[in-house]
């Protein structure tokens, strides 16, 4: 009775903070160009935060890279039937910024969120985005953070909500935010032009 107990304390206490445990199927992604920090496996929903994103280095995937042609970010939203949702509105915000907190606004797209689905973003011309930028829900259509956003509970260090877009905050895990994004190649040094014009 007592594990019962400080289990319902526990999970009360996770839904007082603004998100609830889930346990949901893994998610296939196979485009290789996809940048995530998630790990597939959603655990959490939540709708804590008024603004909640993703910082995304290029680094992390192409080592040296400064820069990164955002084609579309993706998002997973999740209606719980005992956290009902005030709207399924909301807004999408691609941003430079470091790690600190989104600095530059690139894009903001208003969509109405999908029930645990695959919700995407395209630009039909890439923006092209600094090899620091972030993609983030912005909750200000909504009374209390809705829609909620799925999570996994291995913390990257990438995933964070702020309610002020002044004190940026790390989450509990990662979101489910992810972009597709073209990395470019490094470019090409002196020497290696200099040894391109001696072979032709």
Known sequence: MKNVIAIL???????FAGQVAVNLDPIQRTDADWLVYDDGTAQWLTWGGMY???WFNTEDFVPGETSAAVEELE????????????????????WNGDAMAPVTQLDQTMITAIHYAP???SYATPIVAEG???GFQN?????GGWPAILGDVANSGHSFFSDDFIIWEPW????????????????LDNTTWGSLKATF
């Open 9 to 15: 304390a526990v999970l009360s206490l996770a839904a």
């Open 52 to 54: 909640r994103g993703v």
């Open 172 to 187: 509990t895990g990662d979101y489910f935010i992810s972009a597709l994004a073209t990395i470019p190649a490094a470019a």
């Open 139 to 143: 909750t200000e259509m909504s009374a």
């Open 132 to 134: 620091n930028f972030w």
């Open 75 to 94: 998002f997973w939203f999740y209606h719980h039937s005992s956290y009902p949702w005030d709207t399924s509105d909301t807004y999408i915000e691609l």
């Open 119 to 121: 919700q995407i973003i």
